[in-house]
């Protein structure tokens, strides 16, 4: 059974239930404590690493921007690998990755970083791993959506955190992701906590749009950490969306799953659309009358981001 998000943790302050959980958000504070403690494997070494990660649990764009940071390394001609630690409840993203970029997808890291110094890359990328001590990045990215920021602020089982947001005083940029909104006062909040830190913007860009028609009615289903974004992005695009059906994050389908959808649209004479992440889970042979909406993921100041890039690898 997958985890769903609970609703509370991303109010814009903590509730009574919140509260209550404080005290259980103890053993993840000591967690963190000793992980400072624990000696990192790797310093120096003859590739360099960069953390794309998070502090908020699902959907800062964490992978998005993983690939995108891979695509633009190779531009520069740096032999680059992604590295992702295998859970077999993600295999959604290791599907994406492995479509998109070279991916090492082994138990640990690791053991992806010694494979890719022994192919002789230039650079690894990490999917996820912040809060692995056990290697000594060379850049640390942390990733935040823009409409849900920091939640109720609070740790893990009171709030969405995996760290206390002070905690961006150790990493070197921060990376705001989503749809194309005003983040002045969320840039000031950042530079309130780390008036040191790179802080970089994204928005989803929706590449195969002309291939729907608006004067239809859409079903959208999706099993993603932060659907809010995604269904606004369909909204900006001028889809009526007449049904959203929300499932856990890293959600594995069924036929029984897409054949209740599928009827659902049938009765309401609706199209169905999804994301890309979603139908890589889907049997598309039984289900081609399901689209998805293929995004790529634009860097606002992408030039200074190369530039950032070139200066630290």
């Known amino acids: 059974m997958k985890f769903q998000k609970p609703k509370f943790w991303d109010y814009k302050k ?12 103890l053993p993840l504070i000591i967690n963190n404590f000793f992980l400072k403690l624990k000696n990192k494997n790797f310093g120096y070494s003859p590739i360099k690493k960069i953390c794309v990660g998070n502090i908020y649990v699902g959907g800062t764009g964490k992978t998005p921007l ?23 409840n993600q295999i959604d993203e290791q599907k994406i990755l492995n479509k998109y970029t070279k991916l ?17 890359n230039d650079v690894a990328i990490f999917d996820d791993g912040l809060q692995d001590r056990l290697i000594n990045y060379d850049l640390n990215f942390v990733c935040f959506n823009n409409i ?11 709030g969405p955190l995996r ?6 005083s150790k990493y070197d940029a921060v990376f705001i992701n989503g749809n194309e909104i005003d983040c002045s006062s969320l840039k000031l ?9 790179k802080i970089f913007e994204s928005h989803y860009f929706p590449l195969n ?21 995604f ?12 049904k959203e059906i929300i499932f856990p994050d890293h959600y594995n389908y069924t036929q029984i799953d897409i054949d209740k959808i599928k009827l659902q649209a049938k009765n309401l004479n609706a199209q169905i659309i999804t994301t890309e992440k979603d139908y890589v889970k889907i049997n598309s042979n039984k289900n081609n009358d399901i689209k998805f909406l293929k995004i790529e993921f634009k860097i606002k100041n992408e030039e200074e981001l190369i530039d950032y890039l070139k200066l630290h690898i």
């Open 231 to 242: 269904k606004e992005t369909l909204a900006r695009n001028k889809f009526n969306i007449i």
């Open 14 to 25: 903590p509730n009574a239930l919140s509260y209550l959980l404080l005290p259980l958000t």
């Open 104 to 120: 090492y997808c082994l138990k640990n890291r690791v053991i992806g970083l010694n494979q890719a110094i022994r192919d002789g």
């Open 189 to 197: 909040l950042i530079k309130k906590l780390n008036k040191n830190i």
């Open 163 to 168: 760290e206390k947001i002070e905690s961006i």
């Open 209 to 229: 749009i002309d291939q729907f028609d608006n004067s239809q009615k859409y079903i959208v289903f999706s099993g993603i950490g932060n659907p809010e974004t």
């Open 66 to 88: 993983a690939i995108k940071i891979y695509h633009l390394l190779n531009r520069l001609k740096f032999k680059t690998v992604i590295i992702k630690k295998f859970y077999k």
């Open 148 to 158: 849900k920021w920091i939640g109720n602020g609070l740790l893990i089982p009171a």
